[in-house]
């Protein structure tokens, strides 16, 4: 599943103790294993190698540059969603025509950056917009390509309201029902040609059947548009994948694949994925420090120097990240990362952060080795919008992250200082 092991009751990120990276940087600290990284992209990369889809990881789900360098390096492209996303992937070396461009508000300014890098695909949210981008292009005599965003109207069982995307009651893409009649009207557009299909049903989508809906109407409508002489050549089938943050409750990479792979085999179709989490969640987690540990009225709460604005999941979607000791010479590995582990001698705690909010916590209720002050504790599964969505709420610099490579690491964005905090104020 990952490279975070337990190697002589010392967890390790591939062939580093935890302990010795978090000694130098401190916490809180973002740990990512390249090895877990590559080995995810490269699950999916050859899971869909029969239809030799172009893999555009999405940026938003953990944007380190060190990070999209070595997604670059193994083939990857990019699932960008603003100016600065697009910044740092050309940052990172990407080729702009793997880059494809998703968001229902892009800004002139936005287009225009995207147009002069020359990137792949425009994945277009509204028939304003597509106008909009016509016309802008128009301005720079340049042909540029559009995938037209599609709301499929599927459903996503067990997906979180907040980040489910493929209803009709949501902001994304254009009405399935309405699709037809704007692939049409944009045939007549100068500079954007509407020859792909985007979807993306929502994140993390836990099982294929969505899929299989959300395509299969896709493929429905591409086929009513080539029996009235409009082709589409490409098909973004977007990102959703899930991850690991018990065990094996997510699909593998292999049975997405299973599940797609037949719809699509013998069509003349590229097929572009934007997998985001199911690369970057598990090859990240997030260690801290225990500062008190203190027994409420009701309940006893382990204080560490990690956040809601370290990590915001937990408090945002109400998601669930397991929590164990780094060194467990006094308990013991973890069996498994599941919500329902039980150990001898563990007790049922709150754990929170310094943040004055009580919605400020990393977990609720869990059993776990019983903690003392200055104890690690390493956050799991926190690859994926973890640092990406971190703030300095309460003015707390960001986190470290390091990158481990092997028996190397190196810290790949260093922890913020109280003048980073005000550096850009005047
Ligand atoms: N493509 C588009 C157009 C997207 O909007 C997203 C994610 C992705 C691809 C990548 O999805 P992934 O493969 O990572 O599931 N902050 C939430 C997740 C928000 C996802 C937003 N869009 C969370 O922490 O669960």
Redesign the pocket.
């Known amino acids: 599943m990952d490279n975070f092991q337990y190697i002589n009751d010392q967890l390790h990120c591939q062939r580093v103790a935890v302990r010795d990276i978090v000694e130098k940087t401190g916490t809180p600290t973002y740990i990512y294993s390249q090895a877990t990284l590559l080995s995810h992209f490269d699950r999916i990369a050859s899971a869909f190698a029969p239809l030799k889809a172009l893999i555009c990881y999405?940026i938003?789900?953990c944007g380190n540059l060190a990070i999209l360098q070595a997604l670059r390096l193994r083939g990857s492209g990019f699932?960008v969603?603003s100016g600065g996303e697009l910044f740092r992937a050309l940052q990172a070396g990407a080729d702009p025509g793997m880059i494809v461009f998703?968001g229902v508000g892009k800004t002139d300014q936005e287009i225009n950056e995207a147009l002069d890098a020359r990137i792949g695909w425009f994945?277009i949210e509204s028939e304003e917009e597509f106008w909009n981008l016509d016309r802008l292009a128009g301005a720079k005599k340049l042909v540029v390509h559009g995938a037209l965003r599609v709301n499929p109207d599927v459903s996503s069982a067990g997906t979180?309201q907040k980040?489910l995307?493929g209803k009709k009651e949501t902001k994304f893409g254009v009405d399935i029902d309405r699709a037809e009649v704007f692939y049409i009207q944009a045939a007549a557009a100068k500079n954007a040609r509407l020859s792909a299909l985007h979807l993306?049903i929502g994140?993390?989508i836990k099982s294929t059947q969505p899929y299989v809906d959300a395509i299969t109407k896709a493929l429905n409508l591409i086929d009513r548009l080539a029996a009235r002489n409009i082709m589409i050549d490409t098909l973004d089938i977007?990102?959703?994948?899930a991850a690991f943050y018990e065990g094996n409750e997510a699909p593998s990479a292999a049975d997405y694949a299973a599940a797609i792979i037949p719809l699509l085999k013998d069509r003349k179709l590229r097929i572009i994925l934007?997998?985001?989490?199911?690369i970057s969640c598990n090859a990240g987690i997030l260690v801290t420090r225990v500062q008190y540990t203190k027994q409420g009225g009701a309940k006893k709460f382990i204080i560490v120097d990690a956040a809601m604005n370290d990590l915001i999941?937990p408090t945002?979607?109400e998601?669930y990240h397991f929590i164990w000791p780094v060194d467990v010479s006094g308990s013991c590995p973890p069996e498994n990362r599941y919500s329902t582990l039980r150990t001898a001698n563990d007790e049922k705690v709150d754990v929170v952060g310094p943040v004055c909010e009580s919605g400020d916590y990393l977990a609720k209720d869990r059993y776990l080795p019983r903690a003392k002050r200055g104890d690690l504790l390493a956050v799991f599964s926190a690859g994926?919008?973890g640092f990406a969505?971190s703030s300095q709420y309460n003015a707390r610099p960001r986190a470290a992250e390091v990158l481990v490579d092997g028996n190397a690491w190196r810290i790949i964005r260093r922890r913020e200082t109280y003048q980073d905090l005000i550096a850009a104020e005047i």
């Open positions: 999405s938003k789900s699932d969603v998703a994945n979180h980040t995307t993306h994140s993390p977007g990102g959703g994948f934007e997998p985001g989490r199911s999941r945002l979607y998601s994926a919008y969505m």
